[in-house]
């Protein structure tokens, strides 16, 4: 089992920033992918971005790419979602979701195990 904690959520406006982290317990990341999601209102749940642990290797979605970076911390067993120039159309709820390595696509919410609780993102104009 992986247990998933995500933080650093919040209130920000069109063009700044924020650092998204996921911690997880039970069981280490090291054969993981993990990803991000979000769900804006009234939306279906979109795949933002993920990372291989392993190997670190990461993929965006069109729509943040150059904008978000993922990144993981070994010693913390925590990745990270760094968000800039957030604009309005980023508002939603992130969550981010582990699955261990089994050669998927990983960008479908359903190729997820584990999931996090979720933390609100508003970016106001």
């Known amino acids: 089992q992986v247990q998933l904690v995500e933080s650093g959520g919040g209130l920000v406006q069109a063009g700044g920033s924020l650092r998204l982290s996921c911690a997880a317990s039970?069981?280490?990341?090291?054969?993981?992918?993990v990803g991000w999601f979000r769900q804006a209102p009234g939306k279906e749940r979109e795949f933002v971005t993920r990372i291989n642990w392993r190997f670190g290797h990461t993929y965006y979605a069109e729509s943040v790419k150059g904008r978000f970076t993922i990144s993981r911390d070994n010693a913390k067993n925590t990745v990270y979602l760094q968000m800039n120039s957030l604009k309005p159309e980023d508002t939603a709820v992130y969550y981010c979701?582990?699955?261990?390595?089994?050669?998927?696509?990983?960008?479908?919410?359903?190729?997820?195990?584990?999931w996090g609780q979720g933390t609100q993102v508003t970016v106001s104009s």
């Open positions: 979701a582990a699955a261990p390595w089994r050669s998927l696509s990983y960008v479908k919410d359903h190729e997820y195990d584990y």
């Open positions: 039970g069981r280490t990341f090291s054969t993981h992918v």
